[in-house]
């Protein structure tokens, strides 16, 4: 393939490692919450909502069960900016590749892990990684996004679903695409999951390692070959 020139996307930017990446993160919502201990984490407003009814309640134990996932997604955001920025003078792979490539191999472990295994084990170790993921992954060919929940894509296409009803512009019903399908990823990832728990149990969480592969493989092709001299750019969104 011929090296992208400065107007196009680098590959981490591209449709279908967003649309794979929101599939994973539908995997493991539905995941975490049947199996390992009735958390989310993808996003933590509904954690932090449960935190503060814990707290009303008086109950300490739950309050601080639930800081757990919290504190993970908070460290992720922390240690993802900095790796991000680190990476760089390696000059191998992007860190874009390199945290799907970790993601790939902490799901793997995770998959793995015996039922009597605390289940905070794995809450904090996704929570941490979809942290990670959502502050690298920022925007899908020029369009903020999120790769890890579903709020603000719902939100986006009302608001341009509304402009193109009015106006009948082409780029509000561009965004009513991009962001609809990106909810249609992470639904069916999360549905995907729900079958493959009730059919597989623990070792399910192996489908979405899938996915990760794939990207991982993906990436990993672009930033050895047609995008090895593009290291340094910074994806859009940063």
Known sequence: MNQPNENEFLECEKRWVYWCLIAAAGWFGAYTFLLRGGVFCNAQTANIVLFAMAVGKGDVKGALYLLIPITAYFAGAFFSEYLGKTVKRFHFLRWDTMLIGLEFLAVIILALLPANVPNQICQITLNFICSMQFNTFRQLEGTPAATTFVTNHIRQVGSHLAKYVRHRDAASAEKVKTHGLMICFFFAGGVVSTVCCRLFG?????????????????????????EKNLLERVPRGH
């Not at 990760?212 to 070959?225: C, E, P, Q, R, W």
């Open 202 to 226: 623990y070792p399910s969480l192996l489908g979405s390692a899938a996915i990760l592969l794939a990207v991982f493989v993906g990436l990993a092709h672009a930033d050895l070959s047609y």
